[in-house]
């Protein structure tokens, strides 16, 4: 017999021994659930990610060096220094969410933006529209590389909840659910073997009953007859006395 729960066979312990299994049984299906719906939002987080590289690589990121080579054609090259003099504070900033999937938080990371512009004004003298469309590739390039370092976070923290939910899937199914099933079977022989056993005890005693009562019965009808002979025989004695008595 495999390795089992080192219990003495009774029958609260098998009752306990069945409530626990149909508790690891259950736990089974659960987490089997569990992991089935995370590795169905990991497929779909793992779509994203590459439909988002493919993104920036084909249309963000090359948008957004050609807007800033037009407004450097337009605007001069020094443009840049007074965007970076004016910018003191970051305008478009980053919140932390968090998403709830099977019972597991996922970080999200979501951009906003925040107080005034202050290089509302760069460009007016030339090439401000130039500069605005920079402005706006750089920020929807920003944006779309704010989402891929979301899904990529979620995809990470995914994995390793997956792994962690496969492997106590794989625990309970191949080590906990055989070694309670190996106990409760073992528990149920023991217990089948104590209940023939008990029963032949049983048979014994009434076999040793019967014998003994037959023995009492056979000594007492010997016992019978040996009285019976006795008050005939003292019968026949007090028989002889009075016909003595009557002859003599």
Known sequence: MGDRINIFPSRMALTTMKLRLKSA?????????????????????????????????????????????????????????VVRQNAAKARLRVRSEVDNIAGVKLPTFVPYEHGADNNELTGLSKGGESIKSCKDQWVKCIKVLIVLASLQTSFRTLDEVIKATNRRVNAIEHVIIPRIERTVSYISSELDEAEREEFFRLKKVQAKKAKDKASKEAALAALGVELDGDIVAMGGMVAQEADDDLLF
């Not at 054609?73 to 840049?80: K, L, Q, R, T, V």
């Open 25 to 81: 049984q259950k736990g089974h299906s659960l987490l089997k659930k569990k992991s089935d719906a995370l590795k169905l939002k990991f497929r779909k987080i793992l779509k994203e990610i590459v439909e988002t590289r493919t993104s920036v690589m084909k249309d963000a990121m090359p948008e957004a060096m050609l807007a800033l080579g037009r407004a450097n054609f337009a605007a001069g090259s020094d443009f840049g220094n």
